[in-house]
């Protein structure tokens, strides 16, 4: 098997002329993946998007003998006319998933392959027909590539298992009724099994015993399958073996109970919509899996990428995928097409292991049993290793699946974190929340620090609801990051804000609360410390996202007191601190109190904080007693207030905070006033990599003081400028939102570039990256 990749020097317009499928027109040359309209990050008109375009490649194939060739397509949105030389292939119809055609036929050794794309949402096939809460954007926005096979192929290979047993099925494509298939079993470069398959009813099907380790969230381990037919590499595929079970209350992998905390994920970019090369797909699950340190993420609401699903499998981050959709069934075409988007996603993603859950319903849509009958059933007729599940926001839906889905978003900051099981399904269901928070509090980047602090606690509520409840085996908040949605919904500017990363995937303070749930030491401390962020100026709490024992604070160096995880969220594995006192001893060490007189200062005083400054009777008589005492006047007892407690007139006052973590780390973040405002540039990657594609990289410049915090509320005019073998992705002028701003640049050939961001108040910083073909 040979595979070529199809994705520099596609030549694009806009609109599509019959005429141009035999002849070769000059347009734009782009590359794949590719969005067909580039539109600004918000307050853009959605109309723009739904359109006809064309896209063209010239290609020489040398001609073969006993060989095939084929185009995969890995995503086009959203309906796809392919032409050959003037002579019309196929249509595929929707944009989320991957197709295959042969070009055999009509292949000549120089060709001429033109695509009409059709991004307008028609209401025949979804997830259109009716109001979608995310733009589609259209284009050929994943990658093509050609694999030629011998005469004898493969439409498809499933294979399976467990500690036990080894199944695999192909799908045969070729003449011959009596062909053999010979299955190759790799540990990277080390051939493990043999197995031999003769074809019946076209089908190449074994079941074998086997040597090989399972797949594991901690060590996923994975192998390579090739098949050969007349000693001819017909296919080849990764894949990991690992058994899959669910019962009322939990999910298993391997026979071990996990409980599944994750994200939902939406695949949109700034700019460029869904159209990011793989290693954009990757870094997504690295700051899922590394950074966010959780176990499963939702692909809302549609298959992802191949090379998110690829790193996931390296990963071992757990993925629920499901069809595409949302809230809408259409007609008996629109529901023939969405069949065929199931089947060909169960299909096409069937060999990784990291798919657990497939979701065989549309996003919150209603009850609709003869189709969803038919979507369970068809699912279950390929795939019956993995529970099935569909989403809905209602209670006591019909469930025709394996576990019970609910996005629950009975949590209102004061209330409840969920609605409990019984009073939503029948106890004896398996029962998973995936979703909860997002649109019941949208939260900005650049909002003020105690609205970004109680969409944290939101999170941290329901989660720690979800630990506590019987008979729920897991909860995926809504959702990983902002992205760009129909006029209908959002913000008015065409973004919703539901994520706890922003577009640009920098974290707001609700991913602290998924970051401090991992074993890995983290430590956030979820507040800027300014009394004037605060109301009345009053700082009367910090919350501490972290997974450490405890937590030190210190005060200009002086000690204030050692803090324990908050008991009130105690089913968490690990609980935030909430921290408020902060006044320790300094009264008692600093004042001439006695200690008992200190002790009670403080006590008053920390009353009058929570209180509007009013304090009860005996505090009053107590605390006159104290200033007779010690001929104390009122005009005292204030700066001991303003001091201690109100902030106000204090000389840079510096808070640090020392986490200590049981591997024996010690985290320490520090926050305070201080002007040393510096502009720095980081880059996600050093080396990009122009191979079967271009590469990209995210780029990051932030504005940050001495002490690391960010300048939450700058919005600081850069430009962006870049030289040598690079190009930016989006415009050069910008803004930093909430004290920073994001931007990702690709690979134009191997070489090198340079980035300068400039600006006009603050020394402009630089960063280089090299670009490897090969």
């Given at each position: 098997?040979?595979?070529t ?15 141009d499928?035999k ?13 067909h ?5 918000n ?5 723009a ?14 001609i ?10 890995q ?18 119809i ?11 036929t009509y292949?000549?050794k ?9 991004a ?16 589609t ?6 990658e ?19 500690q ?56 996923p381990k ?23 079970h ?17 994200l ?16 954009a ?15 499963m ?33 259409g007609?008996e ?19 990784h ?38 989403v809905r ?31 939503i ?47 729920l ?15 209908a ?7 919703c ?74 089913n ?17 060490q ?12 403080k006590?008053?005083?920390?009353y ?33 207030y ?7 007139g ?15 780390a ?60 690079i ?7 910008r ?11 690709r ?28």
């Open positions: 098997m040979i595979k990749a199809l994705n520099y020097n596609w030549q694009f317009k806009e609109g599509f002329d019959l005429n499928i002849t070769a027109f000059e347009g734009e040359s782009v590359d794949l993946p590719h969005t309209k580039k539109i600004s990050k307050y853009f008109n959605e109309d998007t739904k359109m006809i375009s064309t896209y063209q490649k010239a290609f020489s194939y040398p073969k003998t006993a060989r095939r060739l084929f185009l995969n397509a995503g086009i949105m959203s309906k796809a006319t392919l032409y050959l030389n003037g002579e019309k292939l196929t249509t595929h929707g944009g989320f998933t991957a197709f295959r055609v042969e070009l055999t292949l000549q120089d060709n001429l392959l033109t695509m009409k794309v059709d307008k949402e028609t209401p025949d096939h979804p997830p259109f027909g009716h109001v979608v809460d995310y733009l954007y259209g284009g050929i926005y994943r093509i590539e050609l694999v030629e096979t011998g005469l004898e192929a493969l439409d498809y290979l499933l294979i399976d298992g467990d036990k047993m080894i199944n695999i099925r192909a799908k045969a494509n070729g003449i011959n009724p009596e062909a053999e298939c010979i299955f190759k079993i790799y540990d990277k470069e080390n051939l493990i099994h043999t197995f031999k398959a003769k074809k019946q009813g076209g089908m190449f099907s074994l079941s074998e015993s086997h040597q090989l380790n399972l797949w594991q969230l901690e060590n994975l192998y390579t399958v090739k098949a050969f037919i007349n000693r001819v590499c017909v296919y080849e595929d990764r894949f990991g073996l690992r058994k899959i669910v019962d009322k209350d939990h999910f298993y992998l391997n026979g071990e109970k996990i409980f599944l905390r994750g939902n994920r939406h695949q949109s970019y700034p700019y460029v919509g869904f159209a990011m090369p793989k290693s797909q990757v870094k997504d699950v690295d700051i899922l899996k590394d950074d966010l340190q959780i176990n993420v939702r692909s809302s609401h549609y298959p992802p990428s191949q090379h998110f699903l690829d790193r996931c499998d390296e990963k071992g981050l757990l993925v629920f995928t499901e069809l595409p959709g949302w809230q809408h069934i007609d075409t629109w529901q023939k097409h969405a069949l065929e988007d199931l089947k060909s996603m169960v299909i096409h993603d069937y060999n292991p990291s798919i657990v859950i497939i979701g065989t319903r549309i996003n919150e849509s209603p009850d609709h049993d003869r189709f969803y009958q038919k979507t369970q059933a068809l699912v279950k007729a390929i795939d019956k290793t993995r529970p099935t599940s569909g926001f209602t209670k006591r839906s019909h469930l025709l699946e394996d576990i019970y889905a609910m996005n629950d978003f009975t949590h209102r900051g004061d209330n409840a974190g969920l609605s409990e099981k019984r009073k399904t029948d106890k004896n269901h398996p029962y998973l929340i995936s979703e909860h928070n997002g649109h019941m509090f949208p939260t900005k980047a650049f909002d003020h620090d105690e609205k970004r602090i109680e969409h944290a606690l939101r999170h941290f509520k329901v989660l720690d609801d979800a630990y506590q409840m019987e008979g085996m897991g909860v995926l908040g809504w959702c990983m990051n902002d992205y760009n949605t129909h006029r919904f959002g913000s008015n500017d065409h973004i804000y539901h994520g706890v990363l922003d577009m640009n995937r920098n974290p707001k303070y609700a991913a602290a609360v998924y970051a401090s749930q991992g074993d890995k030491p983290y430590l956030k401390v979820l507040s800027n410390m300014h009394i004037g962020d605060r109301a009345s100026s009053e700082l009367k709490q910090v919350v501490v996202a972290s997974n450490c024992d405890k937590v030190e604070l210190y005060k200009n160096d002086a000690f204030i007191g050692v803090y324990y995880p908050n008991r009130a969220y105690q968490l594995p690990h609980p935030p601190f909430i921290i408020r006192d902060f006044i320790g001893q300094q009264i008692e600093q004042e001439a109190f006695s200690p008992t007189h200190a002790k009670r200062i006590r008053i005083m920390l009058m904080l929570n209180h509007n400054l009013k304090m009860r009777l005996r505090d009053k008589i107590r605390f006159a007693y104290i200033l007779f005492k010690y001929k104390l006047k009122y005009e005292d007892a204030v700066k001991l303003t001091t201690y407690v109100g902030g106000w204090e000389q840079a006052t510096t808070y640090t905070f020392k986490g200590y973590h049981q591997s024996g010690v985290l320490t973040e520090q926050k305070g006033s201080n002007d040393d405002y510096t502009l720095s540039l980081n880059q996600d990657a050093d080396t990009l990599y122009h191979r079967d594609t271009y590469d990209v990289t995210r780029l990051s410049v932030e504005l940050s003081n001495a002490f690391g915090e960010r300048a939450f509320y700058s919005n600081e005019a850069i430009t962006i400028k870049v030289k040598g073998d190009q930016l992705m989006g415009p050069k002028t803004s930093l939102q909430g004290g920073i701003e994001s931007f990702w640049v690979s134009t050939k191997a070489g090198q570039g340079e980035i300068t961001i400039q600006s006009p108040h603050y020394p402009a910083c630089h960063a280089t990256l090299k670009i490897e073909s090969g």
